[in-house]
């Protein structure tokens, strides 16, 4: 677990990087079992058309460069893509808006993804205080956290008990819990992601600085939650 996640770590430092792009911040969310989409990392166009057929279409097409972390700003983002033909089209879009928008980016590659179906989004983040350490923020996604600022932080370590508290204790829980008739949202799958990311920042505190989970679909209860889109700083090496 703790070995997996640093060897990609440590392959990130080597290159001189502290900003991982989302295919490196999933593998280490997944050495912990987190929850992420079983995706693949396309170099060429071959293995994009490869890895299409073999995650089924629709698929998602993801850049990923360093240089790069805001993906829909340099419009590098191309959902449901339902054909071979369209991923060939996609995939020589992609790189040109790349290439518009950081002529120098280095281009690690094209993450191809399931096309997901849409859940209730929330967000989980760390931060690192120079005094307290590291907190872990949990909120819903979209509105709620870019206007409402409805979001709870705990320093790191929690307990189930902190992760439950968290979890109920913003303005947005009734529509988690089954607001309006809706069917209630997998409170444990949440929890169980609480206490893993808490379990990794407090064992790799070392090395992670920042870290934005965002967003997550957590669907109904007892269908789990998945990561959409993940980013991880790194520490500068001493």
């Known amino acids: 677990m703790r070995e997996e996640a640093l060897g990609v770590i440590e392959e990130v430092l080597k290159s001189g990087r502290t900003a991982m792009v989302e295919y490196e911040a ?28 073999e995650i089924g279409y629709p698929v998602v097409m993801k850049l990923m460069s360093p240089q790069i ?32 928008y950081r002529p120098d980016a280095e281009i690690l590659g094209v993450l191809i993804a399931p096309m997901l179906r849409p859940g209730r989004e929330i967000i989980i983040g760390v931060t690192e205080d120079p005094q307290f350490g590291h907190a872990i923020m949990f909120g819903l996604g979209g509105i709620f956290v870019e206007i409402l600022k409805d979001v709870t932080f705990r320093l790191v370590p929690i307990t189930e008990k902190d992760a439950r ?6 303005k947005g829980y009734p529509i988690l819990a089954g607001a309006r008739g809706e069917e209630p949202a997998d409170i444990e799958a949440i929890v169980d992601m609480l206490l893993k990311v808490s379990q990794l920042v407090d064992e790799l505190k070392d090395y992670i600085k920042e870290m934005d989970l965002n967003p997550v679909f957590v669907y109904e209860k007892g269908k789990g ?13 001493a």
């Open 26 to 53: 999933k593998q280490v969310l997944k050495a912990y079992g987190l929850p992420v989409p079983e995706e693949k990392l396309a170099k060429t166009l071959d293995e994009a058309l490869k890895y299409a057929e």
């Open 69 to 100: 972390l805001h993906k829909s700003d340099a419009k590098v983002v191309m959902l449901n893509v339902k054909s071979p033909e369209e991923l060939k089209e996609k995939w020589a879009l992609i790189h040109e808006n790349a290439r518009k």
């Open 165 to 170: 508290k968290m979890i109920s204790e913003i």
């Open 225 to 237: 939650a998945v990561i959409v889109d993940a980013r991880i700083i790194l520490k500068e090496r």
